[in-house]
């Protein structure tokens, strides 16, 4: 069975502080993955998107993607309480198919 | 990215009924997709639809249960037949864009509409 994998938290950090969420998943062909932030009772927003090994910013936040270990990686800076969320990590297993699979989400908490 | 609308947001239902939920897109899109996110999970695909085309459903989901209608570019709608309480869930559509600067099938997001909220009772 495909999967990803994500710690559910949840993880608590200080406000000004850098976040990091992690994700590995299972399918070593899987070439596209992202980043959702969901807040409690709404729907899934797209913060993230990575496709090649390395890194990728976009203001406070950069992606990380490691394809040999089958790991991607979020990272907020400067963490402000408004931060707090729950981060999905969904990946594209099937290329064909193009539907995400979803981790389970990481609960960020930011404390003021 | 894309503006995109469900209805109803939210719903009561009794055991045994059905609802049909819409999903409504401001541009044309060829892939949509339908997911469940039920009760402190994450999100589950349900379907994949493509205008033109019968929908794909993934294991554990059929179609006699969840019928899926696909036919434009721009509308989708999904329903819930036969509701039991353990279809109580929020249902989600998306939508794949290329973003712009993209290129080929890998850079494709999904962008999610705000759900529907649905009770069986």
């Known amino acids: 069975q495909k999967e990803v994998e994500q710690n559910s938290g949840p993880l608590s950090v200080p406000e000004g502080a850098i976040a990091s969420l992690n994700c590995t998943y299972s399918?070593?062909?899987?070439?596209?993955f992202f980043w959702y932030r969901q807040y409690s009772g709404k729907s899934p927003e797209l913060i993230m998107s990575?496709?090649?090994?390395g890194d990728k910013e976009d203001g406070r936040f950069t992606a990380q993607l490691n394809k040999a270990s089958q790991y991607v990686s979020l990272l907020i800076r400067d963490s402000q309480p408004s931060d707090s969320a729950t981060y999905l990590c969904?990946?594209?297993?099937?290329?064909?198919?193009?539907?995400?699979?979803f981790g389970s989400g990481t609960r960020l908490q930011v404390q003021p | 990215s894309a503006v995109i609308s469900q209805k109803p947001s939210r719903d009561i239902c009794q055991r045994g009924t059905s609802l049909t939920i819409q999903c409504q897109v401001d541009?044309?899109?060829?892939?949509m997709f339908w997911y469940r996110q039920q009760p402190g999970q994450s999100l589950t695909l349900i379907a994949t639809?493509?205008?033109?085309?019968?929908?794909?459903?993934e294991s554990g989901f059929v179609i006699d249960k969840f019928p899926i209608s696909r036919p434009n570019l721009t509308f989708s709608t999904l329903t819930v037949s036969n509701m039991s309480p353990e279809d109580s869930s929020i249902y989600l559509c998306?939508?794949?864009?290329?973003?712009?600067?993209?290129?080929?099938?890998?850079?494709?997001?999904?962008?999610f509409g705000p759900g529907t909220r649905l009770t069986v009772t």
């Open positions: 639809a493509n205008q033109g085309s019968e929908a794909t459903y």
């Open positions: 990575i496709y090649s090994n």
């Open positions: 998306s939508v794949e864009i290329s973003p712009e600067g993209g290129s080929g099938i890998y850079s494709y997001e999904q962008y």
């Open positions: 399918d070593r062909g899987s070439q596209s």
């Open positions: 541009s044309q899109v060829t892939m």
């Open positions: 969904a990946v594209v297993m099937d290329t064909g198919r193009r539907a995400l699979t």
